[in-house]
């Protein structure tokens, strides 16, 4: 077998150039993990330290952690070039946390160390991770190179929520290691930079399965992880958008950093929160499953084995969020939304394949766009990978290849954009 036939049969995703840049921020300590990640993922990791980077994790420890030997200054082998090679060579470069000195520097062109020199050549998708206090982040010079960096097409991450250094708490604090390396991912994925869009929209996203409580300790549910509609809701903060996330039980996925956070339980409690906040949402996008039934009454104590125990649970029928979303817009409750999306896990039978059915049903729901997951096992539910089609209710569909649930819910929002600028 030549070369070019064996590597024609090897399915092993290409090894990538991932830099990872560091600047001098007590959130240091979590680009730890952030390059473990991406070395476990196969990629080449090569990381870049500010000097004062270097006073909160040793050198050392990044040279453990990629494999790959840690320089800080353009004197530094020199014979290889390394202020210009590095970035030209690069297929990713991430700085976390990146601080308001590296976010001004980057944005007046400085290359004054080997990490802004690196940004100034890299011409591969970009990507900062912000972590400051809060003035820090909302000062007028920050949010102008904030700014500035993304209308060059860098990807600036709004910063989480939380505590910060001492006692303060805010805007500003690092977004989790796990949610900055799934967005370097989909950028590694993605073809075409990531487009930041949405300004100025309002967007509520649905997520995760419902629990239908049978008594105090049991529920009816399903398989649901929540993954992609976090996904969708993370990408969308990313793209400009005000977002509300409005989850059911997920079992402690990272929460999107930006996102207003609405957590339920039932069907019911999912109901009311979408009613209440997409008033005056321009996009509304239901990615969680919601049970079809519930119970039609809950035991007040735990139902036993035995003689007592029911024969039959008797449910009852859950309302329609989707298509109650639908109806409420169309009767002009809903003036401001604009654009509705659905989603739909469905399996061939005898009357119908995945497609036969999900086109039924997006003409039963009446949204614009329905999103189609084939499922089954290791499908859809409970992985972090995603694949399917999309179907407009002008007919056109897309398929959308297998890749992650990042890269699916960007493809989800071009198709959302496409819709909301149309005409």
């Known amino acids: 077998m030549s070369a070019t036939e064996a590597g024609a049969l090897d399915d092993t995703p290409p090894r990538k150039r991932?830099?990872?840049?560091?600047?001098?921020?007590?959130?240091?300590?979590?680009?730890?993990?952030?390059?473990?990640?991406?070395?476990?993922?196969?990629?080449?990791?090569?990381?870049?330290?500010?000097?004062?980077?270097?006073?909160?994790?040793?050198?050392?420890?990044?040279?453990?952690?990629?494999?790959?030997?840690?320089?800080?200054g353009v004197f530094e082998n020199v014979h290889e070039v390394p202020h210009v090679r590095l970035g030209q060579e690069a297929d990713l470069v991430v700085v976390a946390p990146a601080t308001a000195d590296v976010l001004a520097r980057a944005a007046h062109g400085r290359a004054d160390d080997l990490l802004t020199a690196t940004l100034l050549t890299a011409r591969c998708p970009v990507l900062f991770a912000p972590a400051m206090h809060t003035e820090m982040w909302e000062h007028p010079a920050t949010v102008d190179n904030v700014g500035t960096l993304r209308g060059r097409g860098a990807l600036v991450m709004?910063?989480?929520?939380?505590?910060?250094?001492?006692?303060?708490?805010?805007?500003?604090?690092?977004?989790?290691?796990?949610e900055i390396f799934g967005l370097g991912s989909m950028l590694l994925e993605r073809a075409d930079a990531l487009p930041r869009d949405l300004v100025g929209c309002r967007v509520v996203v649905s997520?995760?399965?419902?629990?239908?409580?049978?008594?105090?300790?049991?529920?009816?549910?399903?398989?649901?992880?929540?993954?992609?509609?976090?996904?969708?809701?993370?990408?969308?903060?990313?793209?400009?958008?005000s977002v509300t996330l409005i989850t059911g039980p997920t079992g402690g996925l990272t929460d999107p950093a930006g996102a207003e956070m609405i957590r339920v339980s039932t069907a019911e409690e999912m109901r009311a929160?979408?009613?209440?906040?997409?008033?005056?949402?321009?996009?509304?996008?239901?990615?969680?499953?919601?049970?079809?039934?519930?119970?039609?009454?809950?035991?007040?104590s735990k139902i036993k084995k035995g003689a007592d125990e029911p024969d039959t649970i008797p449910l009852v029928r859950n309302i329609d969020i989707l298509a109650e979303t639908v109806q409420?817009?169309?009767?002009?409750?809903?003036?401001?939304?604009?654009?509705?999306?659905?989603?739909?896990?469905?399996?061939?039978?005898?009357?119908?394949?995945?497609?036969t059915h999900a086109r039924s049903k997006l003409e039963r729901k009446g949204c614009e766009l329905l999103v189609v997951n084939a499922v089954g096992e290791g499908k859809a539910f409970e992985v972090d990978s995603n694949m399917g089609w999309i179907l407009s209710r002008d007919g056109a569909e897309k398929a959308l290849p297998l890749g992650s649930k990042n890269l699916m819910a960007s493809r989800i929002l071009d198709a959302v954009s496409g819709l909301l600028y149309a005409g």
């Open 18 to 72: 991932v830099i990872v840049g560091v600047t001098g921020g007590i959130a240091a300590y979590k680009a730890c993990a952030l390059v473990r990640s991406f070395a476990e993922a196969g990629h080449n990791v090569q990381v870049i330290p500010t000097q004062s980077a270097l006073q909160f994790v040793g050198a050392a420890t990044f040279e453990a952690l990629s494999g790959n030997p840690v320089h800080i």
């Open 158 to 178: 709004e910063p989480a929520a939380g505590r910060l250094t001492g006692e303060d708490t805010g805007p500003g604090r690092l977004p989790e290691p796990d």
């Open 207 to 241: 997520a995760g399965g419902t629990r239908e409580p049978l008594d105090p300790v049991r529920f009816l549910g399903n398989r649901s992880s929540g993954k992609q509609g976090y996904a969708v809701a993370r990408l969308a903060v990313q793209r400009g958008a």
């Open 273 to 300: 929160a979408v009613r209440k906040h997409s008033d005056n949402a321009d996009v509304v996008i239901m990615a969680a499953a919601v049970a079809d039934f519930r119970p039609a009454s809950i035991a007040e």
């Open 328 to 355: 409420r817009r169309d009767e002009g409750e809903l003036p401001a939304t604009r654009v509705i999306v659905g989603f739909a896990a469905e399996t061939g039978d005898e009357h119908g394949d995945v497609l």
